[in-house]
């Protein structure tokens, strides 16, 4: 049984560029949660989807935006990328709400 | 709005020394409360949970303790591992929308 899978691994975009990060979500699981890791820091919520609408969202910009698939894998888009963008991302797939959720290997990105 | 402390590191400890990492939280609900393992280059694993006052986690020999008197999840090991070295994060789910909150990471670091 496959966990939940990310990709790509890396990433390097420049500043003002628009970034895709993949998700797929843990076999049986049909909500995925975004996460965004700053060096040093814990993760921070960014916002969560199920059955593809987003549910609840933390305090990112509209930059920040997602989408959910029919087979509940998921993309988070970031636009106009800047500098401070540059982080772990990290999916988290669950049973729908009040189950506990699996975090992918995470996607690094860098922004220069 | 709710949030999570955790101590800062780096913990620093010999092979089969006792372990203590110390988190306290602030919640308006009643939330469950969660450690998280982060090894070198990987995502989050779950390591152990609590869901109500009272209630004790425990998992591969870490143990920690729900303590709404305190608001504390404090988690402890009593021998540790050379392979126990990672960052731990302290978390806790908000009740109603079910998102992660996140301490700011301790780093374990065990020496032989």
């Known amino acids: 049984d496959a966990g939940v899978t990310q990709s790509p691994t890396h990433l390097i975009k420049t500043r003002g560029q628009q970034v895709t990060l993949r998700c797929s979500p843990k076999?049986?699981?049909?909500?995925v949660s975004w996460y965004q890791q700053a060096l040093g820091q814990g993760p921070q919520f960014i916002f969560q989807?199920?059955?593809?609408?987003?549910?609840q969202r933390g305090n990112f910009p509209d930059r920040f935006s997602g989408h959910q698939f029919p087979n509940y894998s998921s993309e988070l888009n970031v636009n106009a990328l800047l500098l401070g963008d540059s982080a772990l991302y990290l999916c988290?797939?669950?049973?729908?709400?009040?189950?506990?959720?699996?975090f992918g290997p995470g996607t690094r990105l860098t922004v220069t | 709005g709710d949030s999570v402390t955790q101590m800062e590191g780096p913990v620093t400890l010999s092979e089969e020394a006792f372990l203590t990492i110390n988190c306290t939280y602030t919640?308006?609900?009643?939330?469950?409360l969660f450690w998280y393992v982060q090894y070198p280059g990987e995502g989050l694993q779950l390591l152990l949970k609590?869901?109500?006052?009272?209630d004790k986690g425990s998992n591969k020999g870490f143990e920690a303790t729900y303590r709404k008197e305190t608001t504390s999840f404090h988690l402890e090991k009593g021998s540790v591992q050379v392979s126990d070295s990672a960052v731990y994060f302290c978390?806790?789910?908000?009740?109603?929308?079910?998102?992660?909150?996140f301490g700011t990471g301790t780093r374990l670091q065990v020496f032989p």
């Open positions: 609590a869901t109500k006052a009272d």
């Open positions: 919640a308006t609900g009643y939330p469950s």
């Open positions: 989807y199920y059955e593809e609408e987003e549910r």
């Open positions: 076999s049986g699981h049909d909500t």
């Open positions: 988290a797939s669950s049973r729908d709400r009040g189950y506990e959720q699996y």
């Open positions: 978390a806790l789910s908000d009740q109603v929308t079910d998102k992660l909150i």
